[in-house]
């Protein structure tokens, strides 16, 4: 049976649609021989390319269904190469033996935090999809004068360039002198949305931290730059949660390629605490 051959690579894990999507516009792809167009169709057996290589796909592997959280540090991209030579999430990550490690939406070179990595592109997909609305959550310290009626605001609604946004939950959590730490929660993963939101507001974000995506937090104790690999149950949670099914095979016998790394115990995370973040305090909705 054919498919679409973007929803067919992602399956296969080479990225996600809308990067198979790109590929293809840009003339990467090709079927047996013939450049791929957007819309066209293909089987697994066909040969498949890539900047003319052929891509090795396997369908529904168990390979396929590997999920990291990855703790990503400041000063790391979230790309799969840099010209500059600087680096990036992908620098250090357990060999595959299909299909590749896609990221689930970015987080800019100044925001560190909870990003997770998959070697599923149809997980990928409907995980950065808007229509998902997947709450994030982020630890941010900001600097300016901020009011009730400020805040009142940000989770009423402000206007950006790209259209309206708001933050879901606003919540204290403290701080001293002219910095102060604030949680928010919001459901889309615009470019640089948190930080585009306070300072619509005159404010300036001087530090950012994802601490949550979904029901994924940053565990205590996750040190930057390592990651945890989740189990078959935290991926099916995951794969419920965008409305795919779950997952039956026995998972890989497969340990993490970086040493430090760990396998979570999913439904069960703890939130990240950093030596200078104080306790949240109250809320303001």
């Not at 995980?127 to 310290?141: D, F, K, Q």
């Amino acid at each position: 049976m054919s498919e679409r051959i973007q929803k067919l690579l992602a399956t296969a894990g080479i990225g996600s649609r809308r990067e198979v999507e790109r590929m293809i516009e840009a003339g990467r792809i090709t079927v047996n021989g013939e450049i791929a167009t957007l819309g066209g169709k293909a089987h697994w057996g066909d040969t498949i390319a890539l900047d003319g290589k052929a891509l090795r796909l396997e369908q529904r592997s168990e390979a396929l269904h590997r999920v990291l959280v990855y703790h990503k540090p400041e000063g790391v991209l979230c790309t799969r190469a840099d010209p500059e030579g600087r680096p990036t999430i992908f620098d250090k990550l357990p060999h595959v033996r299909a299909g590749r490690w896609i990221a689930v939406g970015r987080l800019d070179i100044n925001t560190s935090g909870v990003i997770l990595l998959t070697t599923d592109g149809e997980l990928a997909n409907k995980l950065m999809h808007p229509s998902s609305e997947i709450e994030r959550e982020y630890a941010t310290r900001v600097l300016g004068n901020v009011d009730n009626e400020l805040l009142s605001r940000l989770t009423h609604g402000v206007e950006l360039e790209d259209g309206q946004a708001r933050f879901n939950t606003i919540t204290d959590a403290g701080g001293q002198g002219a910095n102060h730490w604030y949680h928010v929660t919001l459901n889309e993963g615009r470019n640089r949305e948190v930080r585009r939101l306070w300072e619509s507001q005159g404010v300036k974000v001087s530090r950012l931290i994802r601490v949550r995506f979904g029901f994924i937090n940053l565990r205590r104790g996750l040190k930057a730059g390592e990651f945890d690999e989740l189990d078959r149950d935290g991926i099916n949670q995951l794969r419920q949660l965008v409305g795919l099914p779950k997952i039956v095979e026995e998972p890989r016998d497969d340990a993490p390629a970086k040493k430090g790394a760990r396998r979570s115990a999913p439904g069960r995370p703890q939130r990240q605490e950093t030596a200078r973040q104080p306790k949240r305090r109250q809320s303001r909705k």
